[in-house]
């Protein structure tokens, strides 16, 4: 694994300490109920019938597990997550799905081949990770081309919004995490070669973007 920096290794040690009660808290009933929003959408970009799935900052599988639960055709699904403790619960659990793999790597610089999956998940998490343009373009890299990229993330826009994540950055003790527009996460994806082809809110904090990789 390349070498993690100190702002990913700390990030990840609360990661750590929070996966044992990662699925019983009040923000994984936020979080699971954002993945049938997320599989609902995915639904209208999947255009092929067997298909390589990838999820960036998978936490402890349970977005992988009710997709491949809930959506025929799926060829491998991987997770990636920086976090040991978070893969080794996703390791555990008994899936249904023919092929899934687990695996403790950074965001920045995945071993995962150039053109090799059809979709990416990226949920709830890019706001940890650093260097958002490095990420949309390992993103680009992993995905074949008309490949579709699935981003659900905070985002800024509002007064509501402006106040409320410098909070909620406090009770996490999250001081590395960076936040973005909506504008910003479209010229992310722009930077990398994505096109936005399906943007809407999920709930009140987040955005739920579908960009297609064109390369
Ligand atoms: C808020 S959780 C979201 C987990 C899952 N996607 C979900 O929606 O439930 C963010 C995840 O990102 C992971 N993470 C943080 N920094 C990372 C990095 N640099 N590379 C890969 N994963 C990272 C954390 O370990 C954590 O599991």
Request: net charge positive; glycine share 6%; hydrophobic share 40%.
């Amino acid at each position: 694994m390349a070498t993690v920096s100190s702002r990913e290794a700390s990030s990840v040690s609360q990661f750590d300490r929070w996966s044992h009660s990662y699925e019983s808290g009040i923000w994984s009933r936020y979080f699971s109920q954002s993945y049938d929003a997320v599989i609902e959408s995915s639904k209208k970009s999947i255009k092929k019938s067997t298909f390589n799935v990838v999820d960036v900052g998978c936490g402890t599988g349970l977005f992988l597990q009710r997709f491949s639960n809930k959506i025929p055709g799926v060829n491998a699904l991987t997770g990636i997550d920086l976090s040991k403790e978070m893969i080794k619960i996703a390791r555990n659990k008994k899936y249904t799905a023919k092929k899934i793999v687990f695996s403790v790597e950074s965001s920045s610089s995945m071993s995962l081949e150039t053109s090799e999956y059809d979709v990416v998940f990226c949920l709830n998490a890019l706001h940890h990770f650093p260097d958002h343009r490095e990420v949309f373009k390992e993103f680009s890299r992993i995905l074949r081309a008309g490949g579709t990229l699935i981003l659900l993330e905070l985002f800024t826009d509002g007064l509501a919004r402006k106040s409320w994540l410098p909070i909620m950055k406090k009770i996490f003790n999250e001081r590395d995490v960076e936040f973005h527009n909506r504008k910003e996460l479209i010229a992310l994806g722009k930077s990398a070669n994505f096109s936005l082809i399906d943007g809407k809110n999920y709930g009140y904090f987040s955005a739920l973007n579908i960009y297609e990789a064109a390369k």
